[in-house]
């Protein structure tokens, strides 16, 4: 089976469905910005407070549903900065939980391998007592920084595949 593909940022120039979203929404005073690098990468950047409660900063992509029924692993071509990150989905985007995976980056580039069973539930940063995620369909994807620290960050991507 052939993989489906989420977003190939250098294969493209429409960005326009990608969107920050940081903790301002709640008082915080995080701040990050999306640049596309002379390769055509995206790099999603800035600095996460924690004034005001704040502590995180994020970058989400919204889409028609895709069905991913025939899919196990999402694949996430990036170069961080050898931070801890989250990946999330969402399986509609009336749905309150977000499901999440964290993982490391290195400081090189890797392809991070992300078992969609192992996604946790989550609302507003707080674990939720429901089943992993277990659904067909998707319709939002997300990058998360909030490691409960202030820090600047760096996270350059390529490409988003479900195999």
Same mark, same amino acid.
């Given at each position: 089976m052939s993989n489906l593909l989420i977003f190939? %940022?250098?294969?493209?120039?429409?960005?326009s469905g990608w969107e920050i979203q940081n903790d301002v929404?709640?008082?915080g005073n995080s %701040?990050?910005?999306l640049e596309r690098s002379k390769e055509g990468n995206a790099i999603f950047k800035g600095y996460v407070s924690l004034k005001n409660n704040g502590g995180f900063a994020s970058l989400r992509y919204r889409f028609a549903l895709k069905d991913i029924s025939n899919y196990t692993k999402?694949?996430?071509l990036l170069k961080g900065d050898g931070k801890n990150y989250q990946f999330r989905l969402k399986s509609n985007l009336e749905e309150k939980a977000s499901y999440v995976y964290t993982f490391k980056t290195t400081g090189n580039w890797q392809t991070v391998q992300?078992?969609?069973k192992e996604m946790t539930p989550t609302y507003r940063g707080r674990s939720l007592n429901i089943a992993n995620f277990s659904t067909d369909e998707i319709q939002e994807v997300r990058f998360?920084?909030?490691n409960k620290r202030a820090e600047n960050f760096r996270l350059e991507m390529s490409k988003i595949a479900l195999k």
């Open positions: 190939n %940022f250098n294969s493209t120039k429409a960005w929404v709640m008082g %701040f990050s910005k999402a694949y996430i992300v078992p969609l998360l920084i909030g």
